[in-house]
């Protein structure tokens, strides 16, 4: 009897240190299927821990919600998609639910609950860590999955580092990061989305939640890739292609997609912190014009202000804003303006007591305003989440436009404080639901992008608004260019720059820049001349320096610097057809304007190493090899195919490593066998009419190749409506033939002639429509040779190729070359 009584109170002590020890884990874990529920597309999963939802989004993407209790209602600034019908078979048993689509198999182990998912030959594409999958610490949720063998990570938004994110461990906290290192994270923007690579399979995810969070993979541990967030919902979208492309095409339709900007903001825009007084501004504008160097913006930061107070102009600098503004579109220059969310807390400022009237800055829960110190001193901040508070917004911004801004450039909308440290405990609408400022921080700045946007386009009646943006969040590409903040002018931040540029188009902003020359410190010349070169083949290309800092103005870094630069800039406009096709086809598929290799050399183990992970393709034809101002022999990496020089018509075998030595004169670009580049002649602007001819450049090579060539009027949304000018040119590499389809839209193309200019078709016979045609031999030099400044030196040869070409009237019918 004693011993069964010692058993009993043996066991019932075990019991209780079972409960005790389970009582302590401050892990909660998904735990076993309890329940299922299948409803067409969609499966609610009941667990030991936890409440899931698996909605089918379509053939190619599954979404999964998960939370410790039950879902709340669904919302999301990002996603702007529903679930489109789809076929699908959905089945379980006792140990698993099976989701089957056209394109994808998705297993859900009940015993404890793990997902996987695989393509239709069974390979796995992507799984949860086995005893790991999902769980809670406190309010934070992770999901963590497996980590596949030589399995890379790229993309996740403006992000520093190398392009691999292998090995490493970020955090998306929107922050005023000024001069940050080439390493330091997080930076200003939160794009909770990648793309895994391995075993010749592709995925992306897109954790949708706007808490602070964090994604590993694989730092401090060899097991697992991990993300997650300190508070909400685990919510992502799991998104499966064979191609990179389709991925970001995929992100994109869940997230949305640009609009096409104005024409002039792909010109260059002249910009420094800061251009005052108005004479200043005359001055640089001037100056652009009679040294030639093409511009189409000038961009005025800060000190334009009274006081640094938003919507206000300082009367002594810029006594009559409205008629410098005009005097610059006579000279075809577009303002672009700066502007911050702090609003000067000061009675009698207009802005700031129409802000008080309506009600709609963000508060504590006292119901008083927060107030925090920025550039104009104590301020309070519009609540963007506040319907009632973009409406404010918007109104303010018309003064801009009645003024004839054309830009709004969009600061500070991290948002930034001085002491970077806004309190957790500050409240905001969340359209009429309340939410407090740790869940609302990484959205602040893509809703105050939101109501520029929305403002600046119902101000300026039909008329397509450029705004710019340093913060943001994903879909931040409906509304806004971004760039990339306040680098620093050195060699290691150019490249940096290079690769935030190419990750942010990894995830779906094809719109993109960074202060070329430097903002902090002061470039040398050599520098400045590469980094110029870089942003001629930048989406946007805006030259940007800091206060206290020498001027940055192409002319200031001495002749030779002015007349590289100068090359650049005007290659860089002749190029501007090419160019705005290529926004174009970011607009219908978000596929990016300047492009990782990774995109179309996704198995390409060389694409991601440290040598040559800075290369990239700017649109579908440029090659561009982005080397620092010091080195003087660099090592290039050409993938399959073959490639032409860009300056001499030299052609290079793909797969295949070499050394190069440079010259700062001259950036290595090289072109894609089979491209299609249209051009134009030479002008200094947007507004000035290149000739009557526009200049389609075809590429000799191996592999079929498509070019959609668009033009609208550049200014309007008349586009929306059918009012563009727009072809399909192929170009068949086993039939040798260039075949122009017929003309889309009712717009009109502004050039009358085409003349097709023939690379690399040494002695072919060419016929158009069937019939033979003249064919001219002619040479082409794309650069004028930099002046032989020494009289002892040797001279600068002109450096070109040979070329054929023909020409006829661009008519809206189709036809075909052949050769």
Same mark, same amino acid.
């Given at each position: 009897?004693?011993?069964?009584?010692?058993?009993?109170?043996?066991?019932?002590?075990?019991?209780?240190?079972?409960?005790?020890?389970?009582?302590?884990?401050?892990?909660?874990?998904?735990?076993?299927?309890?329940?299922? /529920?299948?409803?067409?597309? #969609?499966?609610?999963?009941?667990?030991?821990?936890?409440?899931?939802?698996?909605?089918?989004?379509?053939?190619?993407?599954?979404?999964?919600?998960?939370?410790?209790?039950?879902?709340?209602?669904?919302?999301?600034?990002?996603?702007?998609?529903?679930?489109?019908?789809?076929?699908?078979?959905?089945?379980?048993?006792?140990?698993?639910?099976?989701?089957? #689509?056209?394109?994808?198999?998705?297993?859900?182990?009940?015993?404890?609950?793990?997902?996987?998912?695989?393509?239709?030959?069974?390979?796995?594409?992507?799984?949860?860590?086995?005893?790991?999958?999902?769980?809670?610490?406190?309010?934070?949720?992770?999901?963590?999955?497996?980590?596949?063998?030589?399995?890379?990570?790229?993309?996740?938004?403006?992000?520093?580092?190398?392009?691999?994110?292998?090995?490493?461990?970020?955090?998306?906290?929107?922050?005023?990061?000024?001069?940050?290192?080439?390493?330091?994270?997080?930076?200003?923007?939160?794009?909770?989305?990648?793309?895994?690579?391995?075993?010749?399979?592709?995925?992306?995810?897109?954790?949708?939640?706007?808490?602070?969070?964090?994604?590993?993979?694989?730092?401090?541990?060899?097991?697992?890739?991990?993300?997650?967030?300190?508070?909400?919902?685990?919510?992502?979208?799991?998104?499966?292609?064979?191609?990179?492309?389709?991925?970001?095409?995929?992100?994109?339709?869940?997230?949305?997609?640009?609009?096409?900007?104005?024409?002039?903001?792909?010109?260059?825009?002249?910009?420094?912190?800061?251009?005052?007084?108005?004479?200043?501004?005359?001055?640089?504008?001037?100056?652009?014009?009679?040294?030639?160097?093409?511009?189409?913006?000038?961009?005025?930061?800060?000190?334009?202000?009274?006081?640094?107070?938003?919507?206000?102009?300082?009367?002594?600098?810029?006594?009559?804003?409205?008629?410098?503004?005009?005097?610059?579109?006579?000279?075809?220059?577009?303002?672009?303006?700066?502007?911050?969310?702090?609003?000067?807390?000061?009675?009698?400022?207009?802005?700031?007591?129409?802000?008080?009237?309506?009600?709609?800055?963000?508060?504590?829960?006292?119901?008083?305003?927060?107030?925090?110190?920025?550039?104009?001193?104590?301020?309070?901040?519009?609540?963007?989440?506040?319907?009632?508070?973009?409406?404010?917004?918007?109104?303010?911004?018309?003064?801009?436009?009645?003024?004839?801004?054309?830009?709004?450039?969009?600061?500070?909308?991290?948002?930034?404080?001085?002491?970077?440290?806004?309190?957790?405990?500050?409240?905001?609408?969340?359209?009429?639901?309340?939410?407090?400022?740790?869940?609302?921080?990484?959205?602040?700045?893509?809703?105050?992008?939101?109501?520029?946007?929305?403002?600046?386009?119902?101000?300026?009646?039909?008329?397509?608004?450029?705004?710019?943006?340093?913060?943001?969040?994903?879909?931040?590409?409906?509304?806004?260019?971004?760039?990339?903040?306040?680098? $620093?002018?050195?060699?290691?931040?150019?490249?940096?720059?290079?690769?935030?540029?190419?990750?942010?188009?990894?995830?779906?902003?094809?719109?993109?820049?960074?202060?070329?020359?430097?903002?902090?410190?002061?470039?040398?010349?050599?520098?400045?001349?590469?980094?110029?070169?870089?942003?001629?083949?930048?989406?946007?290309?805006?030259?940007? /320096?800091?206060?206290?800092?020498?001027?940055?103005?192409?002319?200031?870094?001495?002749?030779?610097?002015?007349?590289?630069? $100068?090359?650049?800039?005007?290659?860089?406009?002749?190029?501007?057809?090419?160019?705005?096709?290529?926004?174009?086809?970011?607009?219908?598929?978000?596929?990016?304007?300047? $492009?990782?290799? /990774?995109?179309?050399?996704?198995?390409?183990?060389?694409?991601?190493?440290?040598?040559?992970?800075?290369?990239?393709?700017?649109?579908?034809?440029?090659?561009?090899?982005?080397?620092?101002?010091?080195?003087?022999?660099?090592?290039?990496?050409?993938?399959?195919?073959?490639?032409?020089?860009?300056?001499?018509?030299?052609?290079?075998?793909?797969?295949?490593?070499?050394?190069?030595?440079?010259?700062?004169?001259?950036?290595?670009?090289?072109?894609?066998?089979?491209?299609?580049?249209?051009?134009?002649?030479?002008?200094?602007?947007?507004?000035?009419?290149?000739?009557?001819?526009?200049?389609?450049?075809?590429?000799?090579?191996?592999?079929?190749?498509?070019?959609?060539?668009?033009?609208?009027?550049?200014?309007?949304?008349?586009?929306?409506?059918?009012?563009?000018?727009?072809?399909?040119?192929?170009?068949?590499?086993?039939?040798?033939?260039?075949?122009?389809?017929?003309?889309?839209?009712?717009?009109?193309?502004?050039?009358?002639?085409?003349?097709?200019?023939?690379?690399?078709?040494?002695?072919?016979?060419?016929?158009?429509?069937?019939?033979? /045609?003249?064919?001219?031999?002619?040479?082409?030099?794309?650069?004028?040779?930099?002046?032989?400044?020494?009289?002892?030196?040797?001279?600068?040869?002109?450096?070109?190729?040979?070329?054929?070409?023909?020409?006829?009237?661009?008519?809206?019918?189709?036809?075909?070359?052949?050769?």
């Amino acid at each position: 009897m004693k011993i069964i009584n010692r058993c009993v109170a043996l066991a019932a002590l075990f019991a209780v240190c079972v409960q005790t020890s389970s009582a302590q884990n401050p892990i909660r874990q998904a735990g076993n299927v309890k329940s299922v /529920t299948i409803d067409n597309q #969609t499966v609610d999963i009941g667990t030991d821990g936890a409440f899931i939802r698996v909605t089918v989004y379509s053939p190619n993407i599954i979404r999964v919600r998960m939370d410790k209790q039950k879902l709340s209602d669904d919302f999301s600034y990002a996603v702007i998609s529903k679930p489109v019908a789809t076929k699908v078979s959905i089945t379980q048993n006792d140990n698993e639910i099976n989701i089957n #689509t056209d394109s994808l198999k998705v297993n859900i182990r009940k015993s404890p609950y793990n997902i996987t998912f695989s393509n239709l030959a069974g390979e796995v594409i992507n799984q949860d860590e086995p005893g790991l999958s999902t769980s809670w610490v406190n309010e934070s949720v992770t999901t963590y999955k497996k980590m596949q063998e030589g399995e890379h990570f790229i993309g996740l938004g403006e992000k520093t580092g190398g392009l691999d994110r292998k090995g490493n461990a970020y955090t998306n906290w929107n922050s005023d990061t000024y001069a940050y290192s080439t390493s330091q994270d997080p930076i200003y923007s939160t794009i909770p989305f990648y793309i895994g690579v391995h075993h010749k399979v592709n995925y992306g995810i897109f954790f949708d939640n706007t808490w602070q969070s964090d994604f590993n993979f694989g730092a401090s541990n060899d097991r697992f890739a991990s993300f997650g967030a300190k508070g909400g919902e685990m919510n992502y979208y799991f998104i499966a292609h064979t191609k990179v492309a389709d991925i970001i095409r995929s992100y994109s339709s869940l997230t949305g997609l640009m609009k096409m900007p104005p024409l002039w903001s792909l010109g260059y825009q002249q910009n420094r912190y800061s251009y005052y007084p108005e004479s200043e501004v005359m001055r640089i504008a001037s100056t652009l014009r009679e040294k030639k160097i093409p511009a189409d913006g000038i961009t005025l930061d800060i000190h334009y202000m009274d006081k640094y107070k938003v919507f206000s102009w300082d009367k002594e600098r810029f006594p009559d804003p409205a008629g410098m503004i005009k005097k610059l579109k006579d000279m075809a220059f577009k303002v672009t303006l700066i502007v911050d969310p702090g609003i000067k807390a000061e009675k009698g400022y207009g802005v700031y007591d129409r802000g008080l009237k309506e009600d709609i800055f963000a508060k504590y829960p006292d119901g008083t305003n927060y107030t925090g110190q920025v550039w104009p001193g104590w301020c309070n901040f519009p609540d963007f989440t506040n319907p009632k508070g973009r409406s404010w917004w918007g109104g303010e911004l018309k003064k801009y436009a009645d003024e004839g801004v054309s830009g709004i450039w969009n600061d500070m909308n991290e948002f930034s404080t001085w002491g970077q440290k806004a309190p957790d405990n500050i409240l905001f609408n969340f359209e009429g639901k309340t939410a407090s400022h740790p869940q609302i921080h990484n959205v602040y700045g893509l809703q105050m992008i939101r109501s520029s946007y929305e403002g600046y386009k119902a101000a300026r009646d039909n008329k397509r608004p450029f705004i710019l943006t340093r913060s943001g969040y994903a879909g931040l590409q409906r509304y806004a260019a971004m760039w990339t903040g306040d680098n $620093r002018a050195e060699d290691s931040h150019m490249l940096l720059g290079v690769r935030l540029m190419n990750s942010l188009g990894l995830s779906g902003v094809p719109f993109t820049g960074m202060d070329v020359g430097g903002f902090t410190g002061g470039a040398s010349p050599s520098l400045y001349a590469r980094w110029m070169q870089i942003g001629a083949f930048n989406p946007y290309f805006r030259n940007h /320096t800091g206060i206290n800092s020498k001027s940055s103005e192409p002319w200031a870094y001495g002749e030779e610097v002015l007349e590289i630069t $100068r090359n650049y800039i005007n290659l860089r406009y002749r190029l501007l057809p090419y160019l705005y096709s290529t926004f174009y086809e970011a607009s219908q598929t978000g596929k990016p304007v300047m $492009r990782s290799l /990774t995109i179309d050399y996704t198995h390409d183990e060389n694409v991601y190493n440290g040598l040559y992970e800075n290369q990239y393709m700017f649109g579908h034809a440029f090659l561009v090899f982005p080397f620092d101002g010091v080195t003087s022999f660099g090592k290039l990496y050409f993938p399959a195919g073959k490639w032409y020089n860009l300056y001499n018509g030299k052609m290079q075998q793909g797969n295949s490593k070499i050394g190069l030595d440079l010259v700062i004169s001259q950036l290595p670009v090289f072109v894609k066998e089979s491209s299609i580049i249209p051009m134009q002649t030479q002008i200094q602007n947007t507004t000035e009419k290149p000739s009557d001819t526009l200049f389609v450049h075809v590429y000799k090579g191996d592999v079929n190749n498509k070019f959609v060539y668009y033009e609208d009027d550049g200014e309007t949304f008349d586009y929306e409506k059918g009012e563009y000018f727009k072809k399909m040119i192929t170009y068949d590499a086993a039939k040798k033939t260039i075949y122009f389809g017929k003309a889309e839209g009712s717009g009109k193309s502004k050039f009358g002639m085409v003349k097709i200019v023939l690379h690399g078709f040494d002695g072919a016979q060419v016929k158009l429509n069937g019939k033979a /045609t003249n064919v001219k031999d002619d040479f082409q030099a794309l650069m004028v040779p930099i002046s032989r400044f020494d009289p002892t030196g040797l001279s600068n040869p002109l450096e070109g190729e040979k070329i054929r070409s023909l020409i006829f009237k661009n008519l809206n019918d189709q036809f075909t070359i052949s050769y």
